[in-house]
């Protein structure tokens, strides 16, 4: 016998998913632009392919990102999705060593226990295989387990809050959840009937529930474990399950060099359907653990617009700081997406700026942009000239008389036509200034350097090129001995993945001390983001004490940032740090260099640092 | 003979002293500072009729005739109620009243704070404060070099009006001072070129209004717009940059002399003080009333009173006003106790 009604729900369920997934990958693949499908073609065979196998396996199945932040939640994914994957390729397997051939219908593995009550025909293998299912069934029903517990205590697991999820999830979701017990159920009863089973099926099925009525249950069970497949086989394209067949495209696509662009595209929604609502974007939100502004994350974003189209308090609710963007399992460029959407639905009219007039400043081999920043903290500026002239530099200041923005607040507002007529003055004005490098003290207008102004020379964070100075000896410090927390920037920090050069440069100085884990790319914002517009300035003070009281550690004298928006947001919210620029610290304790180098004969900086 | 404290030697807490003692109580002022006026002394003519600062001083210490007393250079630290008597302790010294007044005053908004005005930092930004010592001084503002100055600027609203400084209220008195300055620079420096800088020009007291008229008048020029930012030009001078927001145009220009418009932020140590006593101070962090209408100068706590620029920005009239209310509401507290 190798066919009964009872596989219909399952086998329907399935037929409709594989039609789904095939249907919906040849479109995604097929609206994907010329440019995209061609380096796809060209990179499918090579070294990209394997290692996106791997990647598929290491985070498709095993979870690795998500064990990394909490073992038992990593182990929660990795039971269901690992242990599912093992129990269909082990029922694949074992049906297929059955004597009986190795072609059979697709639900047939699946209810192999049903149609097979004599398993000795698979001789030596038997033990093995019905050992392993009991195994991995047992894993698979511990995850459903942790699953539903973290519902109630999510703590436990890592997460201080879960996703609200919508109907069409919920549905998924119960269906997801009743599947292994049913299973468990289906198999157990078989096991009690005919020992099918091993440790685990046979130990239920003959000893905890031996009593039942297992002969009339024995189709019910089956039944049942069917139509929770089909349920959950056809609820998952319309759901958060989606993440699963799309996550797997997104993982190729982004290792053949397919990224988001400046609009939302085709990769955009393969993006959009990649991610599953996992909510670890919650908990690394500070609107959320600050604020309790917890209905606004990616999760939440990303769901309203893969249906349709989040409101403005979804869009406009975020400070850009890439903190989701760093904690995302998947790795979805959401910042990206949100920056993109935002440019859809601009939010005011950025007037013209025609009446900003290029200045004439001398030529120079050095470039310096303070950024308007800069300009709201004079001492860092000065700070930073002083060091330039201490160590001889040939410098224009580009932007002295008042300067012009870098154009990135416009930017993350969505104003790009705004920023383009900002872009281009400054382009004029650095073509102009002759530098054969630019060095800006704003992580901001580093990154909308490095990033939107195709500039000919190479662009350095002040403290890249401090530290490029301080290599060539040609600035010298005292070490104070003094302990300073250095905070990381988010712009500088997740956004040019600059972490390692201000703290070596400070090191020349001062003892660097850090009281917590959320340094680096998992550093916290101050609060004074340009990204959001929403919020008042007691929630960005709440955001920024918060902040301090995370990182800075009992014994600093200081804090230490490099970026002049943290250090103004940092130093106005409270009064018990003083906050200081790397510059402002260095410029104390410099000891005047014993040999000045001529700057005439010297290249500017060597130009392994720069940021690309 | 029952006791007053009072906390405090400015114009409120003179006043309110003097009448207490003429009510036939002893009355204890404490003083932190070496001298007694608190802030108006440092001032050298008042608005809006620029009469000097020291008449009024002057008048006010004159009453310290033994009652009341006064004790400089002596801050209260710990302060505690038992059975309605209060015990205010300063130097180990142990002072007992049945009733205390705060008039702790306030502080200048510390300029530095608003960095991006180059206070500090460049040579000729300056606060309203030091203009007033320059007048008492010289009778002219002079740059740092010695010279007096050709074209200044005035900042209004620093520390003022600013929730990113977290000073969100109006100081009040800022816009009349800077009126009165600006005149008093024209009339110092006849060829000065003087520009306010200003958010709204707030003149809602006697006079106020006439000041603002004459420095029209007298060619200074007003402009509607918050200064973003300063820096230092060649020669010290400063370049600052702003708005007009009437013609909604960006402004930039170079001046001598920045004067900054500080306003008044609460005096440190009341916090500590008035937590003492079981008082929160009010979400601007002046100390609490209870009823802004009818008893401008009961706190939560009976026996315990504020009057002045501690509960928040006053001029001088309204000081004393308040140090006289204060002066009622405790008579009244000690013949019903």
């Not at chain 2, 509401?329 to 013949?335: G, M, P, Q």
Request: hydrophobic share 40%.
């Amino acid at each position: 016998m190798r066919y009964h009604p009872f596989t219909l729900p399952f086998s329907i369920g399935l037929g409709f998913i594989m039609l789904y997934i095939i249907v919906m990958w040849t479109i995604w693949i097929v609206r994907l632009s010329r440019r995209e499908q061609k380096i796809v073609w060209k990179r499918l065979f090579s070294f990209r392919t394997i290692s996106a196998i791997w990647e598929s396996i290491r985070e498709g199945l095993l979870h690795r990102n998500i064990f990394k932040r909490n073992v038992l939640l990593g182990y929660m994914h990795m039971s269901l999705a690992f242990g599912w994957f093992m129990l269909i390729v082990l029922g694949n397997l074992e049906a297929r060593l059955y004597p009986h051939g190795v072609i059979n219908p697709p639900y047939y593995p699946i209810f192999f226990e049903f149609f097979r009550h004599d398993l000795t025909p698979l001789h030596e293998y038997e033990e093995i295989f019905t050992f392993l299912m009991d195994f991995f069934l047992l894993m698979v029903i511990s995850g459903v387990s942790l699953a539903f517990f973290k519902r109630f205590r999510s703590r436990t697991l890592g997460m201080k809050r879960t996703t609200r999820h919508i109907l069409i999830d919920r549905i998924a979701i119960t269906a997801l959840w009743f599947i292994f017990p049913l299973r468990l159920f289906a198999e157990s009863v078989t096991a009690g009937l005919y020992n099918t089973g091993h440790f685990f099926t046979n130990f239920i099925g003959q000893w905890v529930i031996y009593n039942l009525p297992l002969d009339y249950l024995y189709y019910p069970a089956w039944w049942a474990y069917s139509i929770a497949l089909g349920v959950f086989f056809i609820t998952m394209p319309f759901s958060r399950y989606m993440h699963i067949p799309a996550e797997i495209l997104l993982i190729f696509l982004r290792k053949y060099g397919v990224k988001e662009k400046e609009s939302h595209s085709t990769f955009t929604k393969i993006e959009l359907s990649a991610c599953s609502r996992c909510g670890i974007c919650i908990d690394a939100c500070q609107l959320s653990t600050s604020l309790n502004i917890s209905d606004t994350q990616p999760a939440y974003f990303i769901r309203d617009l893969r249906y349709s189209q989040p409101n403005e308090r979804l869009r406009e609710t975020c400070m850009m700081c890439m903190r989701c963007l760093e904690a995302c399992p998947v790795g979805i460029e959401i910042t990206r997406i949100r920056e993109n959407e935002r440019r859809e639905h601009p939010l005011f009219s950025a007037s013209s700026y025609g009446y900003i007039n290029g200045y004439k400043y001398p030529k120079a081999k050095v470039a310096y942009f303070a950024g308007c920043m800069g300009h709201l903290t004079p001492s860092v500026i000065k700070s930073t000239l002083a060091l330039f002239d201490a160590a001889n530099v040939d410098y224009t200041f580009i932007d002295k008389n008042g300067s012009i923005c870098c154009g990135r607040p416009l930017q993350m507002n969505g104003q790009v036509e705004a920023a383009k007529q900002l872009i281009d003055k400054n382009n004029h004005l650095i073509g102009e200034s002759g530098a054969e490098v630019l060095v800006t003290s704003c992580p901001i207008c580093a990154r909308e350097f490095a990033t939107s102004y195709h500039l000919a020379i190479p662009v350095l964070h002040h403290s890249q090129f401090l530290l490029e100075l301080t290599q060539q000896k040609r600035l010298n410090f005292n070490q104070s001995g003094l302990k300073v927390t250095y905070h990381d920037p988010c712009e500088l920090s997740r956004g040019l993945h600059i972490t390692s050069e201000p703290r070596e440069l400070l090191q020349h100085a001062v003892i660097l001390s850090n009281g917590s884990k959320e340094t680096e790319s998992k550093s916290l914002c101050c609060g004074g983001s340009l990204g959001i517009t929403n919020i008042s300035m007691a929630e960005r003070n709440k955001i920024a004490t918060d902040t301090l009281n995370e990182i800075v550690a009992e014994s600093s004298s200081y804090l230490a940032t490099a970026c002049p928006m943290c250090r103004k947001t940092f130093a106005n919210a409270q009064d018990k740090i003083k906050v200081l620029d790397i510059a402002e610290i260095l410029e104390k304790n410099l000891n005047f260099a014993p040999e000045k180098v001529s700057e005439k004969n010297q290249s500017p900086i060597k130009q392994q640092a720069v940021i690309s | 003979m029952k006791k007053v404290a009072v906390i405090g030697g400015g114009v409120t807490g003179l006043e309110a002293a003097s009448q207490l003692a003429q009510m036939g109580y002893t009355v204890t002022v404490f003083e932190k500072n070496s001298a007694a006026g608190g802030h108006v002394s440092k001032w050298d003519r008042l608005f809006p009729n620029r009469r000097h600062s020291i008449e009024v001083v002057n008048e006010l210490k004159s009453y310290l005739n033994g009652n009341p007393a006064i004790y400089l250079s002596t801050a209260i630290n710990k302060v505690t109620k038992k059975d309605n008597r209060f015990q205010l302790e300063a130097y180990n010294q142990v002072f007992e009243a049945d009733a205390v007044l705060i008039a702790t005053g306030f502080e200048l908004f510390p300029a530095e704070r608003k960095e991006e005005y180059g206070y500090g930092i460049y040579d000729n930004v300056i606060t309203s404060a030091e203009l007033e010592g320059m007048f008492k001084e010289n009778g002219y503002p002079v740059k740092r070099n010695g010279d007096k100055p050709k074209r200044l600027a005035f900042i209004h609203c620093v520390g003022s009006r600013d929730e990113k400084v977290k000073r969100p209220y109006c100081s009040k008195v800022c816009c009349v001072t800077a009126v009165k300055q600006a005149i008093e620079v024209k009339e110092a420096i006849p060829e000065a070129e003087i520009f306010c800088l200003y958010m709204d020009l707030r003149m809602f007291g006697p006079g106020y209004e006439d000041l603002y008229k004459e420095a029209q008048q007298k060619g200074i020029n007003f402009i509607r717009g918050r200064l973003s930012e300063a820096s230092e030009l060649e020669g010290s001078r400063v370049l600052i940059k702003t708005e007009d927001t009437l013609s909604s145009k960006p402004l930039k220009m170079s001046v001598d002399m920045v004067v900054l418009m500080v306003g008044m932020s609460p005096a440190q140590g009341t916090d500590e003080l008035i937590a003492a006593l079981g008082l929160q101070p009010n979400k601007d962090g002046f100390v609490e009333i209870t009823d802004y209408h009818l008893n401008p100068v009961k706190t939560k706590v009976d026996g315990v009173f504020a009057a002045g620029a501690c509960t928040g920005p006053n001029n001088i009239t309204d000081s004393i006003n308040a140090a006289r209310s204060a002066a009622v509401e405790i008579h009244k507290y000690l013949n019903n106790k």
